[in-house]
């Protein structure tokens, strides 16, 4: 028996669910707008205790995961399924990566006792008590859409190699490649906001 897909309601399913997490970070950047404009100098000065080298570097990880993303794709719209492993492969590197970068940024961070309710970040100025509680708020989440990215591209590479996406039957490779180009496009404007702003 056939079993006969929506390909426009997933793609117009993904579409909205996006949307919905462009209004989540939309908020975030608001709220982030809203306390620059009250403490200017106060997220200038705690901007620069940030690893700006660490976090340029991040930002090229990123986007040459989206540029291995679209490839895989594309490979596999063009009947290349083993290219198009490879290159998912490439993006989930580059996930990890990502991720083992922000580990070590957060532990030195961590180990200078500048984390949330801390003695060390309380005794400072409210202003960059509020930087850097939105610096982990919004870094942290998201560090968490990069986990849940990957969990979805590895499930896209286990149905592929399952052979049940397909050059035929590609749009769950298509609407993940969406969510990590999301997931990029993100970090494109949290970089700046917080490594960019000294």
Excluded: C
């Excluded at 939309?26 to 709220?31: E, I, K, S, W």
């Excluded at 030195?108 to 850097?132: M, Q």
């Amino acid at each position: 028996m056939s079993v006969i897909k929506d390909y426009t309601g997933a793609k117009l399913g993904m579409w909205l669910f996006l949307f919905t997490e462009v209004l989540l970070f939309g908020g975030l950047f608001l709220l982030y707008a809203a306390y620059l404009h009250k403490f200017p100098s106060e997220f200038h000065l705690a901007g620069k205790e940030l690893n700006v080298v660490l976090g340029a570097t991040n930002t090229v990880v990123l986007i040459s995961s989206s540029w291995f993303m679209a490839m895989s794709i594309s490979a596999l719209q063009q009947g290349s399924v083993d290219q198009s492993k490879k290159f998912l492969l490439l993006t989930l590197a580059m996930a990890l990566t990502f991720l083992v970068i922000k580990y070590f940024e957060w532990s030195a961070k961590i180990e200078h006792g500048i984390f949330p309710d801390s003695p060390e970040l309380l005794a400072r100025p409210a202003g960059e008590v509020v930087f850097f509680g939105l610096y982990y708020l919004m870094t942290g989440l998201h560090g968490l859409h990069v986990i849940l990215g990957g969990g979805l591209l590895s499930f896209a590479y286990f149905l592929i190699v399952q052979g049940k996406v397909t050059p035929q039957d590609f749009v769950f490779l298509e609407n993940s490649g969406l969510y990590w180009h999301l997931v990029d496009l993100v970090w494109i404007f949290l970089f700046p906001l917080f490594y960019l702003i000294a």
